[in-house]
């Protein structure tokens, strides 16, 4: 049996002052390529792993931990809060439903919540293209969309998220159309809340901030990395949906809202 890998015993992280910075990354500068040559060799290696099938739970939390390691190497100071709010599922599957703002978060998602949660993503069809996410994507069952037809959209979300729920498994679903570093409500729609009333299982909202890695002007996913801007993740209580789930969508996005608001406020006031 595999030795649990997951870093985290209480509600909260903060990475220590003294976590070890990199050597390397000083050298070259504190050029972003150390940061993405690193995470790419882990990206393939996740890859490879899940193309043997052998991409198991404890195998994805230890390459996660990488990329997390890797964020602190270069400088980024991670924060984890309401992880016990994910411990007291108890295994129960949910949908889990917050923003989505860089590669960053699924690079670490795994790190920070499987070994609470039993998940897995609703995506982009066309990330089932890219080499090596693609199988890292199969072994872990994620259900693509096109979003060009939304009502075919909706009908996979219910049908396959509908079979994985009922197993026991959680769906982390971005409903943003596009990752951003600003939150736009207007383009946060309810397929989450839809999909949780559906299967009759709760909604667990989170925010983020992982605008450590920027969004790049000409290449989009090699962007600026930032350690000056710290990474945040934030889970709240799970929540029954009532009625047509509108009072709870506009919660979601009002706990999405105030925490970006608070965080951003905090690097504000250090400068």
Known sequence: ????????????????????????????????????????????????????GELTKERQISYSNENLRLVERCGGKVHLRGLDNLRALDGRPVVLIGNHMSLLETALFHSVARGLVDFTFVIKQSLMEVPFFRDIMTSLEAIPIGRANPRDDLKAVFEEGGKLLASGRSIIIFPQSTRSEEFDPEKFNSIGIKLA??????????????????????????????????????????????????????????FIRERLKEW???ETGRK
């Open 197 to 254: 009333k559906r299967a009759g299982v709760p909604v667990l909202p989170f925010a983020l901030k992982t605008d450590f890695l920027g969004n790049g002007r000409y290449f989009r996913d090699l962007g600026p990395v930032r350690p000056e801007r710290e990474v945040w993740f934030e889970f709240g209580a799970a929540r029954e949906v009532a009625g047509n789930g509108q009072e709870l969508q506009q919660e979601i996005i009002t």
């Open 1 to 52: 049996m595999e030795q649990s890998s997951y870093l985290f015993a209480g509600d909260s992280y903060d990475t220590p002052p003294d976590a070890p910075k990199s050597v390397w990354y000083r050298l070259l500068l504190k050029n972003r390529w150390y940061f993405y040559v690193n995470n790419f060799g882990i990206f393939c290696r996740t890859g490879r792993c899940g193309r043997r």
């Open 264 to 266: 951003r406020s905090r």
